[in-house]
């Protein structure tokens, strides 16, 4: 489905509703500060992140969050990186009983259990950073084999939604030009 017509055709019908009724679109919530990775250009790194002076929610109050979001409402997760979340499968299948869902992560944690969890409950859309090709890249996030790990990854997707006949979820890859990818 074209994201434009979506918009345009919630906008529409928001308007309908009136101004007291109104609600965004879109939600995105950083769900941990917590990574996996220590890249250096990153402020959210492993070593030298600055932990949050709060607790991160629990899994029942990211519950409570998203029961009190208009339902169908886009929700995406984010945050240092989301799979370092311990209950991130629950809060998954959860979610997508009345939302559409994107997650954003840097890829290198995308086991069997994350991605069969992500392609059978039709995880809308799945966005991995790469910001490079193969030893660029893995220079660039201090972390040799890391692009291959991805590949890896992806391929262990799609075998999973080609086993499920799903077409979801849709991949998206973010990019950030380095000077170690640039060529």
């Not at 995105?28 to 991160?56: G, K």
């Not at 998203?66 to 991130?88: A, H, N």
């Not at 790990?149 to 939604?161: M, T």
């Amino acid at each position: 489905i074209d994201g434009d017509v979506i918009t345009k055709s919630y906008g529409a019908l928001n308007r309908k509703l009136g101004r007291f009724k109104r609600m965004p679109l879109g939600y995105f919530f950083y769900i941990t500060d917590t990574c996996n990775l220590d890249c250096d250009y990153c402020w959210q790194r492993a070593e030298n992140s600055v932990p949050n002076v709060r607790p991160e929610l629990s899994l029942d109050e990211w519950l409570k969050v998203t029961d009190s979001l208009p339902r169908f409402s886009y929700v995406g997760l984010t945050g240092g990186e989301v799979t370092t979340f311990k209950e991130l499968n629950t809060l998954v299948k959860y979610i997508k009983q009345s939302h559409l869902l994107t997650i954003n992560t840097n890829g290198l944690s995308l086991d069997y259990g994350h991605l069969s969890t992500f392609v059978s409950s039709s995880l809308n859309n799945l966005s991995i950073s790469m910001d490079g090709f193969a030893d660029g890249f893995d220079r660039a996030r201090d972390c040799p084999g890391l692009f291959d790990k991805i590949v890896e990854n992806i391929h262990l997707l799609n075998q999973l939604k080609l086993e499920l006949n799903k077409k979801t979820p849709a991949l998206t890859i973010k990019a950030v030009i380095l000077d170690e990818c640039v060529d």
